[in-house]
């Protein structure tokens, strides 16, 4: 059973931007923090990016710093991804996960403290 789904994964070009969305059951956005990874063909799955359970926390990572924002919608129990200025090594398929934290500032980095994942969405960035 998939508990978080994401959506909003394409094609792009350099340079564009593109919205990636993450729904969630309100039993698991309102409790967690949320984080989003990514995997390139042939690589490691490396952290995005992650939003604290009150919202008043984000942290990402040094690749994605003032181009990606993270938001959490608790009308929609949604969490965004915004890529903006988007580059080709930003190709990757894009997995939204709820943390193991229930603490209200917490921002989570690492995959192991992670244990709802998504399915993930490709996301393509042509130069």
């Known amino acids: 059973q998939v508990l978080v789904v994401e959506s909003g994964g394409g094609s792009v070009q350099a340079g564009g931007s593109l919205r990636l969305s993450c729904a969630a059951p309100?039993?698991?956005?309102?409790?967690?923090?949320m984080g989003w990874f990514r995997q390139a063909p042939g690589k490691e799955r490396e952290f995005v990016g992650s939003i604290s359970r009150s919202a008043s926390s984000t942290d990402y990572a040094d690749s994605v710093k003032g181009r990606f924002t993270i938001s959490r919608d608790g009308a929609s129990n949604t969490v965004y991804l915004q890529m903006n200025s988007v580059k080709p090594e930003d190709t990757a398929v894009y997995y939204c996960?709820?943390?193991?934290?229930?603490?209200?500032?917490?921002?989570?980095?690492?995959?192991?403290?992670?244990?709802?994942w998504g399915k993930g969405t490709l996301v393509t960035v042509s130069s």
């Open positions: 996960a709820a943390s193991l934290t229930n603490e209200f500032h917490s921002t989570p980095r690492g995959i192991d403290q992670y244990n709802t």
């Open positions: 309100e039993l698991i956005f309102s409790r967690f923090a």
